[in-house]
């Protein structure tokens, strides 16, 4: 397929000179901060994406899970670091087996239990030592930051085939926090928390090397803290339409990021007044309070219609809307949206350079 | 795997006792009401489920995207009606291949230029036939009932190498119209535009042997009027909390068929007061205004919490919930969860009895 005209809708695509562009902004603004820099695999699930990231200088990528992780490691990728605590035997073996084959990989857990589990799964397997990144609770999983999290650090030194390697302080509520002072006020408050942590801990002798954490929304206020080591954005490499909205330091939109995401549809029905295309709940994620926006079309408005189907009210409208035509919307939230699909079609102007498979895709276990 | 306790989380499980009576129960029904039976697999996306559809006397399955139909043929199921119409060169390049692969199956068409288009890609395959259905229009997709769909019929007809079978007549709105009585009054008056204008299409001389529509809200409604000749509901083999609010007959609740499909989570992080579970944006669609509920759980009330991570708020509560817990829920909209997995453990009491790949899981093209 050499031509953007010939992907069959609906479909993902990524505009690849706004990709470069966003990857590349990225990468040389946390090297200037003297950040590490580990991306969050779950927005993209696509090894080709990780290995672009890697290319531009990224320790690794996060991923949300177990089977994320595994799929990115067959795909050679390495410095995986999870992001959701490995719960239960039969996926405590199956992460043994991961940090085998990737043994840079790090865990993350946020009590005593799971760490005493992970260390007699690892005892099966001599020479397998479990690197354990803690969580700290800033409103959704977790362990709170302080006493507690410094008390699960030192249980952790007492087991043999575990290692204590720091702090996940990812404040999920800090990255859409509107306007940017608000966003800002949040997001320093959790990590100083975490930065203070991480002085306790290493007040008692324990070594604590990471302090990771961050989003497309909170990275630069989030990579200006001394203490923190590491940034783990995700969405800045396609963003969205609720990104588009968090508002920058001197701006009600958003701007550092363009948006490079698409989801490409064809009109399939033209009833009187209406126009009908081929992308509605399977094809957008829902979990936002607004619908995909037409791109270059202000003058339309999308309505969900259905699984399958979304309309377009042409009836104020003079525009010429004819079946085949094919428009592309901004998706209202890209991580959810990329997880419908199975590739992502990687266009440059009118030519597709690649079609990425989305590996991970579904990949939530 | 033998045990449900040993399924990865999250997933998708049906409850094989449960979804064998819903099929039992809409087959047996449709069958006493001298009605076809061709139920949509947009629901399930799952050739296994198919399969035991037609066993139970199902005529074949409606899809709603020519990819779907690509996979259910693959996988030998005939018998198939695609929902959506095939629009652009390179899709009817496929439905070509398709049709020479399974000749029984039936496009809808709602405007001439597409027939043209058809009829003009068959040409190049001497002996192949297109069986075409017109869409009518009853808010959604199609051409308008009567005059303007009689008008399309004629033009088919001029046409060598399709063939005018009848009549899709699927009214989206009417199937979640609350409560009974007014989904009566919207599905009678939809298909009885459907079934004049199938007398009106005969009268002339055309045979219209086919008129095809309804649905898990309608099946009971549709399957009375005369001159309809097939029912194809797709949401009763599984069920989901929006179907089970539409109202009965008799009752507010909608008691004909059993819910039979859940998702399994696990409780992966315990802050105070909190369960926090491994299904999110990822693991249910969002495209009602309801979450997931507990299964046998009605004290606890689920909150979305991001793309993997739901919470359940245990500061009312006087249930112990611990880390490894494992919650299933039902979900608010059956299909579109679906489409999230590649694969439903199907399940009889504790023993999982198979575990069916949803093939076409994805498959909107």
Chains 1, 2 share one sequence.
Not at 214 to 220: A, F, N, P, V
Not at 260 to 287: N, W, Y
């Amino acid at each position: 397929m050499a031509h953007a005209a010939d992907i069959p809708t609906p479909a993902l695509v990524v505009d690849l000179d706004r990709f470069e562009r966003n990857v590349a902004t990225m990468a040389a603004f946390l090297r200037a901060r003297g950040k590490a820099f580990r991306p969050h695999a779950k927005t993209h699930k696509c090894p080709e994406i990780a290995r672009r990231l890697i290319a531009a200088g990224a320790v690794g990528a996060c991923v949300a899970r177990l089977s994320e992780a595994e799929v990115f490691a067959a795909h050679g990728i390495r410095g995986l670091l999870i992001t959701t605590p490995v719960i239960g035997a039969t996926k405590i073996q199956r992460a043994l087996q991961l940090a085998i084959a990737a043994p840079d990989t790090i865990f993350i857990v946020d009590h005593e239990a799971n760490v005493r589990d992970l260390d007699a799964a690892a005892a099966a397997h001599p020479g397998v030592v479990l690197n354990l990144a803690i969580d700290l609770f800033f409103g959704r999983t977790g362990i709170p930051p302080g006493e507690p999290a410094l008390a699960l650090a030192r249980a952790i030194t007492r087991y043999a085939r575990v290692q204590f390697v720091g702090l996940q302080s990812y404040d999920g509520q800090a990255a859409h926090t509107a306007p940017f002072t608000a966003r800002e006020v949040r997001s320093t408050g959790s990590l100083a928390r975490a930065v203070d942590t991480r002085r306790m801990i290493e007040a008692t002798g324990i070594a604590c090397p990471l302090v990771t954490g961050g989003s497309t929304g909170t990275y630069r206020i989030d990579s200006a803290i001394d203490g923190v080591t590491e940034i783990q954005p995700g969405s800045f490499v396609f963003m969205d339409l609720e990104y588009g909205q968090i508002g920058g330091p001197d701006s009600a939109d958003y701007h550092d990021f363009e948006q490079s995401l698409h989801v490409l549809s064809t009109v399939i029905s033209r009833p009187p007044g209406l126009a009908v295309v081929d992308a509605g709940f399977k094809a957008f994620s829902t979990d936002r309070p607004f619908p995909p926006a037409p791109v270059d079309m202000p003058d339309l408005t999308y309505a969900w219609a259905g699984d399958e189907h979304g309309r377009l009210d042409l009836s104020q409208s003079t525009r010429e809307v004819r079946v085949g035509d094919r428009i592309a919307f901004v998706p209202p939230h890209c991580d959810p949206t990329v997880n419908l699909y199975d590739q992502i079609y990687a266009v440059r102007g009118d030519r597709v350079e690649g079609v990425w498979p989305i590996a991970a895709r579904g990949k939530s276990q």
